[in-house]
């Protein structure tokens, strides 16, 4: 399993926008992880709560319920939270699975 919070502790500038945390995670994410992603059913990204979303829960402070972020991710619930970030980083990269 991949240690997505390990590879999220060089983040210095957190997120305030969902976009903004896309556009980071498509910088930070390897291929092979995006790859890992990209091969899952929408359904089944609930399969990424505790590797990938329990990252961006943490490294982006999704547990501060002041978050700029929580606040666009359009929740109050980190872990609501993550999977608006998760199945929007998801959405992006099928874009270029085709």
Avoid at 42 to 49: N, Q, S, T, W
Avoid at 77 to 92: I, L, Q, S, T
Wanted: net charge negative.
């Amino acid at each position: 399993m991949t240690d997505y919070t390990h590879q999220f502790q060089e983040i210095i500038k957190t997120p305030k926008t969902v976009n903004d945390a896309v556009d980071l995670l498509m910088r930070i994410l390897t291929d092979e992880q995006k790859n890992e992603i990209r091969a899952l059913k929408e359904d089944d990204l609930i399969d990424l709560h505790f590797g990938l979303g329990l990252a961006i829960r943490n490294a982006f402070g999704l547990h501060d319920l002041d978050s700029k972020l929580l606040a666009d991710c359009g929740t109050r619930h980190p872990d609501d939270g993550a999977g608006v970030v998760v199945r929007e980083v998801y959405f992006e990269l099928m874009k270029y699975w085709k």
